[in-house]
C-alpha cells in the first residue's frame, strides 16, 4: 500500500511543500499561531552582572549567624561565589 501511496502523493516532505505553496493562508494562519505559542516561552537574556559588582545577591537556604563572602568567580553563564561562616 505505502509504494502505491508515494507514488501518487510523493513523500511526506514532497506533499507538505506541495501543500503550503497551494495553501499560503494556511501558512499565514499557522505562523501567527507559533509566534503566540512561543513568545512566552522565551525568556530575556538576564543582564551581564560584573563579579565585583555590589548588586550580587545571596540567598542562604541554612539558617547562619554571620556569613562572609570570600570568593567570587564567573563564567559567561554563571557566578560561582565561596562563602564562608563567620564564627563568632
Not at 565585583?52 to 556569613?67: E, F
Request: aromatic residues 10%; hydrophobic residues 25%.
Amino acid at each position: 500500500m505505502y509504494p502505491q501511496q508515494k507514488q501518487a502523493y510523493g513523500t511526506r516532505a514532497e506533499y507538505k511543500k506541495q501543500y503550503r505553496n497551494e495553501n499560503p493562508e494556511y501558512v499565514r494562519r499557522n505562523a501567527a499561531f507559533v509566534k503566540k505559542y512561543r513568545t512566552p516561552r522565551r525568556k530575556a537574556d538576564p543582564e551581564p552582572v560584573s563579579p565585583t559588582s555590589c548588586d550580587l545577591r545571596l540567598s542562604v537556604w541554612a539558617q547562619t549567624d554571620n556569613v562572609s563572602i570570600t570568593h567570587v568567580s564567573h563564567t559567561s553563564r554563571d557566578i560561582f561565589v565561596t562563602v564562608s561562616r563567620n564564627e563568632a
